[in-house]
């Protein structure tokens, strides 16, 4: 009898821990596709602009943030008449009050006279470094404002082409909408857009981080919780009749 018991309490423990799982899984998998749908905006980019940081049909995913929040560096989702009032994804190279220009001798984008490294000019993986940009150009960014340029500088219509509006090229900082942390398609695994460390040095340094990666590993282990925490049953009712037709046997 002692036996008969000992395995009924062994089993209603794990029916209370399976049960356990999956409520503390599906806190995970729904908190963390709830919190997410409220922190982020999935995008498709339109354009081979952003190349090859992002590429054309790529799906993203950009923080929602105020304006106020970027900084040199971040890959921004934008929306300004000038440029078509259409959402437009861009790369802020200057803020107010910088002076932007290129290229020094290097062949290299200078905010305030300081030389910035982009290693992702790079073309395609090929370790060929392109110049900052195929023209030169200069302008003082306004104060509340944005300069902006695409990654694919060759092709990119970017805040050069609109050096002669007001503004210099630059668009307000309210026009900005969200912020790109993450790469969700093609599926290669979750890609983060990372912050450029070449404009760390400069006052205000780069943005941290968002909190896609640790919603992601959220989503992930609450759906592994539901899954163990659901097949506890019947994997336990398995070895219930195994262990059943074995003591028949002997």
Known sequence: MSGTIRTGGHGRLGSVLSGLAVAV??????????????LYQPYIVPTDSMNPTVTAGDRVLAQRIDGDEVRRGDVVVFTDT????????????????DKVACCDADGRLTVNGTAVEEPYLRSQGWGVEEAASPSEFAATVPDGHLFLLGDQRAASQD??????????GS??????????DAVVWPLDGLAAVDRPQGFAELPGGVSQPGPVRPLA???????????GGAAYGP?????????RKATARG
């Open 217 to 227: 590993w959220a989503v992930v282990g609450g759906a592994a919780l539901i899954l």
């Open 159 to 168: 805040s050069r082409v609109h050096l002669q509006d007001a503004g210099q």
């Open 25 to 38: 899984g599906c806190v995970l998998f729904l908190g963390g596709f709830a919190w997410g749908a409220v």
């Open 171 to 180: 668009v307000p900082r309210s026009a900005v909408s969200a912020r790109l």
């Open 82 to 97: 000038t440029w078509g009032n259409v959402p437009m994804i861009k790369r802020v190279v200057g803020v107010g009050g």
């Open 235 to 243: 994997l336990a009712r398995l070895g219930s009749r195994a262990r």
